[in-house]
């Protein structure tokens, strides 16, 4: 099948890209070498429906490494990046997508992706997933299973499994300790500040930023934001998360309260509707909104396009919604993504630790074809400790080893 690409000629630039990322992910390197002898993968088909930027792109080219034929395609209309789509074909990886797909091409492409009939799965938010088993079965006929990498895409999952409508194993990658303590956390914390910086140009310090949702992602930006010196309102619904909140010395209020205050707001709930019409109206002048969870239905977008009197570009990314009352308010990136879709996604040594889950995941997918039941998979806590340490050796950091003496005494009910 023959590529899907917006620009095979912008191939130059994306391999400079997929270059700079590859030298930054130095467990990618050491798998590398494994796979190069090992070939785990031979004789296997891979899909995966990722943000197509560099990083993916060095993943899917260690796929490939280790003996895959690769299907790559994107997980979101606007995080495409059309010179690391066109460099990653470079590589003899098949790629299937451009940046600002509509919603009719995007889904074409993922249907691209998955023509082949993949034994393996990797997606992001779930909508490969959702395709393998609501619309097109009969292209999971040689499932073995997949992984998942997103809050999202495993709330999705899990819904889906407890319905009774997963017909394959499915790991869930996010859910391992080296994807959210640090992907979520440190990864978007700062992707997330990138992509608002880079876009609007503006300071950060002595604004009010009213962050939404307090899951690992929420907390990376909230704890990066008060870095900055913004003064940082949580706007959250679990009690639980809300004391944690409180006690990280954060205001913690209603988003009907914080909507009358804030400067800028960010979403990252992985729900929906959590900053409306009702909420907009009542901003201050020249308030800046985005969101950084999976889908562009935090931000009640459609609705602000319909009552603005007027919308304009302000500037690349950021449009102006001016309305009947006066009063003008901003969006950053339409409303999806703002670190992916107006920046290039997490740090490359973040996505070096979150992608050697993946990797290492789908190898024991392989591995264990055919034995696994249908059903949701937490990643082996061996994987888990094996990319810490993969991750530690190329920080350069030794830890203490436990003496026989002492793995005795803890594991001792005798004290
Ligand atoms: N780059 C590729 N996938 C990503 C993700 N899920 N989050 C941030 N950056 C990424």
């Not at 603005?308 to 950053?332: M, P, Q």
Request: with cysteine; proline share 3%.
């Amino acid at each position: 099948m023959e590529n899907i690409l917006r620009d095979a000629s912008l191939a130059p630039e994306g391999i400079k890209k997929i270059n700079w990322v590859k030298a930054h992910m130095p467990i990618a390197s050491i798998l590398e070498k494994r796979f190069e002898e090992e070939k785990p993968f031979l004789g296997l088909k891979i899909t995966m429906s990722i943000h197509l930027e560099a990083k993916t792109a060095r993943t899917a080219i260690l796929l490939k490494t280790g003996g895959a034929d690769v299907y790559a395609t994107g997980c979101n209309p606007l995080s495409t990046q059309d010179d690391v789509a066109a460099g990653l074909a470079t590589y003899g990886v098949h790629v299937f997508a451009w940046h600002g797909a509509t919603a009719e091409e995007y889904h074409d492409h993922l249907i691209a992706a998955l023509s082949c009939k993949p034994d393996i799965i990797i997606d992001d938010g779930g909508d490969l997933t959702q395709i393998l088993c609501d619309e097109r079965p009969d292209l999971a006929e040689n499932l073995i299973g997949g992984n998942e990498e997103t809050t999202t895409g495993v709330h999705r999952l899990k819904a889906r499994a407890a319905e009774n409508r997963l017909p394959f194993p499915m790991i869930c990658v996010n859910d391992a300790q080296m994807k959210y303590l640090f992907d979520n956390r440190y990864g978007t914390g700062q992707s997330v500040w990138d992509g608002i910086m880079r876009t609007t140009n503006l300071i950060v310090a002595g604004k009010n930023v009213v962050i939404a949702g307090y899951g690992w992602c929420g907390k990376g930006a909230a704890m990066r934001a008060k870095g900055m010196g913004a003064k940082v309102i949580v706007c959250e619904i679990d009690p639980i998360k809300a004391v944690e909140a409180a006690m990280d010395g954060f205001e913690v209020m209603k988003m009907a309260d914080a909507a009358l205050v804030g400067d800028l707001f960010i979403t990252i709930t992985g729900c929906r509707d959590v900053i409306t019409m009702e909420h907009i109206l009542t901003m201050r002048e020249g308030a800046m909104m985005c969101n950084a969870g999976h889908f562009d239905v935090e931000i009640s977008v459609a609705e602000m396009r319909k009552r603005a009197a007027e919308v304009y570009e302000a500037r690349r990314n950021i449009e102006a919604f001016k309305f009947e009352n006066g009063k003008t308010v901003y969006l950053l990136a339409e409303g999806r993504l703002v670190n992916l879709a107006a920046g290039d996604g997490h740090p490359a040594e973040i996505m070096d630790t979150s992608f050697a889950l993946q990797v290492l995941s789908a190898e024991y997918l392989a591995k264990n074809a055919g034995k696994l039941k249908k059903g949701v998979y937490e990643v082996p806590p061996e994987i888990d400790a094996a990319v810490a340490e993969m991750k530690l050796s190329s920080m350069g950091i030794e830890i203490d080893k436990l003496t026989d003496e002492q793995y005795r005494y803890i594991h001792s009910s005798n004290g």
